[in-house]
DNA sequence: TTGTAGGCGTTATCAG
DNA sequence: CTGATAACGCCTACAA
């Protein structure tokens, strides 16, 4: 079947009996038509539906007035909520955004990048920092205002929209230890091509260090954000010969996967092991015990980042911003009981 | 600034000494050009960096291969699966994904609507149907293709990727009338321009009225989707002269709303009063005791739904497609204790 | 204040 | 197999 024929301005030119110019004016710049002829216009413009085309007024202007996005996965609650507030943002100046999923996979999030900037995106929402080189030189010579979210670097030409993993981590494994625990374990998520997994990592692995604890009192696995995996990644920790007295999670999706194995296996948290996560959502509120976690402000950094864009769009400079985050003390965390 | 002169077709064509028909012809129907001349395009259609322009070719082509979503809110987890799904198959296909949010508001919707439509969307994803006729009106006369998901009606020209609600829910309320409940309420989400909670409130009703409960014994209240309105919803509820031995909820979020409030005001569920829910989200597992709720396939309707709207392009001709749902029992919900 | 005309980058038609 | 050339729909100098 033939696509239907839109109304052009030619047709509402014709009917309104003036110029295409002028009905482009019209839309464009009011002021600059005489008012009983912009009404004749207007009038022909309700009557006849029309609406510009797309592609001729990008094609013309060199712009979508499109934002993109890619993020791992709306299917996080983190993003789904941050994703949410950016869109409200990009809706409120008038602007489409244009979604695509990386998987946490570094190669698709290349695709994907592309794919958006193909489309002709005015300016992208990425999540973290860990990509090729290769791509920030194509964002570079295309000229695509970018903004990294959801990690924060001091010292960077980019722009970033988030807050210190590494420090956020630091400080929830020194709590830990202030509790009393030397025998610590993390379930991380999975660091390859995840920045703030690997900071998360890195900044609890420092805090033990520095807090004088033997590098063998402190073991690592990589757990998939789902809680079946986090909880397998619980069970094999708390079947070593002497298991950890705290677990720190990369995520509150790993706390609780592992909270719930717990509960399946008999093992209680916190007497018999704490368990920390990171994020805030929901669910470490709904489990019991609350999960003690790092609150993070996941809606107003969407928010935040939608502004960076536009700012980005609007003055050609962007300027990162940096949230703050802090721990929420629920009741997954306290301090060992002695040795039984 | 100056945008960035992007090389054009006709960039290529000079540097390869071929016209801009070859070129393109290169691009889209590679088998038609010679092999050496179409190598050597290619050289220089890689060495230039060039892709096409979005504008131009959605310009000549009259599409944009791009899918337009409209949901109430990312920040609901059902939505936030299924737009994931929905996103991936989309992905799949070749296309993109313009979202967009209404926050179960009608006039936003509306407003998002077209918005999408006159960024060129080739197809929309819905949800559900209540809305002004006008808009439909809008939708036929553009011929853009779109689907109605999360509800399904049988009879209706229209199409729809989804499951019944009403059903579901009557189905719901024939249980805890089968649990031996007779004083029941219902805490529904908003219903205004929501038909899945209105056909969800409707079908419970039905179901009492047709197990012989009277009137009376049936309360309703309605409650925005967030844990603290539901537990407010659940305060009022518990407070009543004779209050309820069980409430159903219109969806998880009311359910464990409710769940957390009567923890807080020290009721016991289920033995003091059952709860259900609907949709089957990871909250109604993690929260103790676990909720009794109606399975949704949220994913696969996603997929589903994108698959629809890709035959939809393709052969101008759309199948609604029914999911079926059912009752997963989880602790929630349990018979009444008699009179103390 | 309004109209004319050229150009934006691709694709498709139709000769060669 | 390849090259002109004409749309596609809109915007914007520049002229009137």
Redesign the pocket.
């Known amino acids: 079947m033939d696509k239907l024929?839109?109304p052009?301005?030619?047709d509402v030119a014709r009917q309104a009996?003036?110029?295409?110019?002028?009905v482009?004016?019209c839309?464009?710049r009011p002021e600059?038509?005489?008012d009983?002829?912009?009404e004749r216009v207007m009038q022909i413009v309700s009557e006849l539906g029309?609406?510009?085309?797309f592609g001729?007024?990008a094609?013309?202007?060199r712009r979508t007035n499109t934002i993109g996005a890619v993020i791992p996965t709306m299917d996080n609650a983190i993003f789904a909520k941050g994703l949410q507030a950016f869109q409200e943002e990009i809706s409120k100046q008038g602007a489409n955004l244009l979604v695509a999923s990386s998987s946490y996979r570094k190669d698709l999030e290349e695709k994907q990048i592309r794919s958006l900037i193909a489309r002709g995106v005015d300016g992208l929402l990425l999540i973290g920092d860990d990509r090729d080189e290769e791509i920030y030189a194509y964002l570079e010579k295309r000229q695509i205002p970018f903004v990294l979210a959801w990690n924060y670097r001091e010292a960077s030409s980019r722009t970033y929209v988030g807050f210190n993993n590494f420090q956020a981590s630091y400080d929830m494994a020194k709590l830990v230890v202030e509790y009393g625990h030397t025998h610590i374990a993390m379930i991380a998520g999975i660091t390859e091509g995840n920045d703030r997994a690997l900071d998360r990592l890195a900044g609890a692995g420092e805090a033990l260090i520095d807090s004088g604890l033997p590098r063998d009192n402190f073991t690592v696995t990589e757990s998939k954000y789902d809680f079946d995996a986090a909880g397998n990644a619980f069970e094999k920790i708390s079947g070593l010969g002497r298991p950890p007295t705290a677990i720190i999670c990369g995520n509150d999706v790993l706390a609780v996967g592992a909270i719930l194995r717990a509960k399946t296996l008999g093992i209680r948290v916190p007497q018999d092991i704490s368990i920390t996560g990171f994020d805030d959502i929901e669910i470490s509120t709904i489990v019991e015990p609350g999960v003690t976690t790092v609150h993070v402000p996941h809606r107003r950094m969407g928010t935040s980042a939608a502004s960076v864009l536009f700012k980005a769009l609007q003055e050609q400079k962007t300027r990162s911003r940096k949230f703050e985050t802090h721990i929420v003390k629920r009741q997954s965390l306290c301090a060992p009981s002695g040795p039984p």
Chains 1, 2 share one sequence.
């Open positions: 024929q839109l052009t301005l030619e009996q003036v110029s295409t110019a002028t482009s004016r839309l464009s600059t038509v005489k009983t002829t912009r029309y609406t510009p085309n001729a007024q094609m013309v202007a």
